[in-house]
């Protein structure tokens, strides 16, 4: 998604993005596939409005950490309201590009996992943002991309509405980010939802 469209959408993201009917499964389907646990330090890119973050919050506990990086000031701030509210002190969000993490993220230490939700097949330079997040593994975590492609078999008759919906979102259903993770990982996982339309893949990083 274009800085133009989430400055404006962000402030009725939740609502228009179609997340409870359709987008939800696919969230908790890979906060669920990461297998989390208390104590895990996690970073969420493009974390949008931060919609994935009471589900990896609940999983880590106040002794976890998450940490959740998007490119649009905008919907940080719709994040920003959600953590506040929640009153979670072990959140953290930072204003930066997937693609070009900023020091203070490289400095800190590795992360258990690291999540990608509806966020690569939007993201411009989505090889490097997957390559610069990778980076900040540690050896052993798991890595989880959920995101779009067209619906496939009998769901077909879905395409038209599924690219409406793609189009709005700015995402492009031909990307298929997660075939990097299915090449470099290690015991993977591929679950497909909502007829093709959803994908869910995670692994884990060889030692």
């Known amino acids: 998604m274009s800085g133009l469209r989430y400055r404006l959408v962000a402030g009725l ?10 987008y939800r499964a696919g969230r908790v389907a890979g906060v669920a596939a990461t297998a ?11 974390c949008g409005t931060g919609l994935t973050m009471p589900l990896v919050r609940a999983s880590v506990g106040a002794g976890g950490a998450v940490v959740g990086v998007d490119a649009s000031p905008q919907m940080l701030r719709r994040a920003r309201s959600r953590v506040d509210r929640a009153g979670w002190t072990n959140v953290h969000l930072m204003l930066a590009d997937a693609a070009d993490p900023p020091p203070a993220l490289r400095a800190g230490p590795e992360f258990d996992a690291v999540l990608f939700v509806y966020a690569l097949s939007v993201v411009a330079d989505w090889r490097r ?35 409406l919906a793609c189009l709005a979102g700015g995402s492009d259903p031909h990307r298929h980010p997660w075939t990097p993770l299915e090449a470099g990982f290690v015991d993977v996982r591929h679950e497909v939802l909502r007829g093709g339309h959803i994908h869910v893949v995670s692994g884990r990083r060889s030692g």
């Open 13 to 22: 993201y939740d609502v228009v993005s179609l997340e409870w009917p359709v």
């Open 36 to 46: 989390l646990r208390a104590g895990d330090r996690v970073l969420d890119v493009g």
């Open 129 to 163: 943002a997957w390559e610069r997040a990778i980076d900040l593994l540690r050896p052993g975590g798991r890595a989880t991309i959920v995101d779009l492609a067209l619906p496939a078999n009998g769901w077909r008759i879905l395409s038209p509405a599924a690219r």
